[in-house]
């Protein structure tokens, strides 16, 4: 054990210098600003993992255009009830991302949001069907007000020219069009959060490493830190530990033996995409359009043609396409699956081992093609893609939630928030929605880990976000009141529906 007049203290430890973090951080900053933070990283560079915008499709997940969230029943209606859930966490981040604007915690809005149209695409009279029904069960609903519903060809080659090119139309084609929706570079967006955090005094190491997590009997935590260019070690005593390292919080979590932590595992997918060089076939495809995953694929798997806006440029995606490798981030160790099983959640990973053979024969099917499979691949949303127009990506590396489930396990898509009873640690596992989803998620941590100090905290965090413990699907005007403000603090007037219901803002 160090000599006590070599720990260091702080209020609050936050692990990991993604966009979780650095939400957490600069919330903790507003409402609680006597509170010391430290904040932990092991690279170089903040949002080096997943909250890089190369490594995340920065998508604003909204549910405007994912079709694994509006999932069809067994009677073929629509269910949105998982759309319209992450549609109001969504509207939780615009309203914190708009107050920090004004409040000069952000910068010029365009480096980190942008407005792209958000579109879901389907071919086959089945498919039409299926986005017919959806946009008839989300396009009543108020924070889905203005989606159109498009089955034309003519229509479909004016709005998505690159799409519709060499197309054979005989085959029916539908899109669900939402003209407001977002394109959110999470890498800037969490380096001005930090950016922010470290003027007002926190401390940000980048190249340190946590080792350890022990609890104290007085219920705070020895977090042991090396620096991985000096290889010296710090040990830091905090009262609040955020475990916010992507995939390296699950091993984290287990170091710090809670009891919450027990049966749960992760399974690590890495993210290849395809990344367009050509910039004429990038002029000429301005959206976000996602399709279905391919029958028997996870929903992981959902294909999209995303446009992104990165450093003021454009830039043009299509995957994912998935490979797979033990480790649990992209800058990890081929040794982080197999230290991840433990006794208590070896049955939940060997459940899943059996009940996910769908997820089995998708990883082999995508490791075994080359490049120029993964272009014919593309063949569904640009017909005759060529090769030469495309570079392949490495993505970040998602590591899915695996949960004890009876006997066994079950892998788990979105994220989940896992804090000790005493409020002392908390993480986050798991990725999409993840990144659109942050506000709510750590306000959720707030309010499990902080009950003494979170009704204080109430004003400060309404003023932030003002629908707080509100239902904007269920209050129309409170909805439009915040859409409204939001745009504009955000600049991004001219993208918002109409009240006919018709979105007035096209980019293309």
């Known amino acids: 054990m160090p000599n006590a007049a070599k720990i260091e203290k702080t209020d609050v430890v936050l692990i990991g210098a993604g966009i979780m973090s650095a939400t957490l951080g600069a919330l903790l900053r507003q409402v609680q600003p006597d509170w010391s933070i430290t904040v932990f990283e092991?690279?170089?560079?903040?949002?080096?993992?997943?909250?890089?915008?190369?490594?995340?499709?920065?998508?604003?997940?909204?549910?405007?255009?994912?079709?694994?969230?509006?999932?069809?029943?067994?009677?073929?209606?629509?269910?949105?009830?998982?759309?319209?859930?992450?549609?109001?966490?969504?509207?939780?981040?615009?309203?914190?991302?708009?107050?920090?604007?004004?409040?000069?915690?952000?910068?010029?809005?365009?480096?980190?949001?942008?407005?792209?149209?958000?579109?879901?695409?389907?071919?086959?009279?089945?498919?039409?069907?299926?986005?017919?029904?959806?946009?008839?069960?989300?396009?009543?609903?108020?924070?889905?007000?203005?989606?159109?519903?498009?089955?034309?060809?003519?229509?479909?080659?004016?709005?998505?020219?690159?799409?519709?090119?060499?197309?054979?139309?005989?085959?029916?084609?539908?899109?669900?069009?939402?003209?407001?929706?977002?394109?959110?570079?999470?890498?800037?967006?969490?380096?001005?959060?930090?950016a922010y955090l470290g003027a007002s005094g926190a401390d940000i190491a980048f190249g340190h490493e946590v080792r350890n997590l022990t609890k104290q009997s007085d219920g705070s935590w020895l977090v042991k830190v090396r620096n991985t260019r000096t290889r010296q070690t710090r040990v830091i005593n905090a009262k609040f530990v955020f475990v916010g390292a992507g995939g390296g919080a699950l091993p984290l979590l287990q170091k710090a033996g809670i009891k919450e932590i027990a049966g749960f595992g992760g399974f690590p997918v890495s993210g290849l995409f395809l990344r367009c060089t050509n910039p004429d076939l990038i002029a000429q495809h301005e959206a976000k359009v996602y399709g279905q995953a391919s029958v028997g694929a996870p929903p992981m798997s959902v294909p999209h043609l995303d446009t992104r806006v990165i450093n003021g440029d454009r830039g043009l995606l299509f995957g994912p396409y998935a490979g797979w490798t033990p480790k649990f981030l992209k800058d990890g160790k081929y040794t982080d699956l197999f230290k991840s099983v433990k006794p208590n959640n070896l049955f939940s990973m060997l459940g899943v081992g059996v009940t996910e053979m769908g997820l089995v024969k998708y990883l082999v099917s995508e490791l075994a093609k080359s490049q120029a499979g993964r272009v014919d691949a593309m063949d569904e949303f640009i017909p005759r893609a060529d090769g030469k127009d495309w570079d392949l990506i490495i993505a970040g590396q998602r590591v899915q939630v695996i949960r004890r489930k009876g006997a066994g396990g079950v892998l788990e898509l979105g994220t989940a928030v896992v804090a000790a009873e005493d409020g002392t640690i908390a993480g986050l596992l798991g990725a999409s929605p993840g990144a659109s989803t942050c506000v709510s998620a750590m306000m959720d941590v707030m309010k499990k880990c902080f009950p003494g100090e979170f009704g204080s905290w109430e004003p400060k965090l309404k003023e932030m976000v003002p629908s707080l413990g509100s239902r904007l699907s269920e209050n129309q005007a409170l909805y439009r009141e915040v859409w409204d403000w939001s745009n504009k603090a955000l600049r991004l007037e001219s993208n918002t529906p109409t009240a006919s219901g018709v979105a007035s803002h096209a980019l293309v």
Request: aromatic share 10%; net charge negative.
């Open 42 to 194: 092991r690279l170089d560079a903040a949002a080096a993992e997943s909250s890089d915008p190369w490594n995340n499709a920065g998508t604003g997940h909204s549910a405007l255009c994912e079709l694994n969230y509006t999932p069809r029943n067994a009677d073929g209606s629509v269910e949105i009830t998982k759309a319209v859930d992450i549609n109001e966490r969504f509207q939780v981040s615009r309203q914190f991302w708009s107050y920090a604007v004004e409040s000069g915690i952000l910068a010029e809005p365009s480096n980190f949001i942008n407005p792209i149209p958000h579109v879901s695409f389907t071919h086959g009279a089945d498919g039409v069907e299926y986005l017919r029904k959806r946009h008839a069960a989300l396009a009543k609903h108020p924070l889905f007000e203005g989606m159109e519903f498009i089955d034309d060809a003519a229509e479909f080659s004016t709005r998505l020219p690159l799409m519709a090119k060499g197309r054979d139309f005989s085959e029916p084609v539908a899109l669900n069009w939402t003209d407001y929706g977002t394109d959110i570079d999470f890498g800037e967006l969490t380096k001005e959060l930090l």
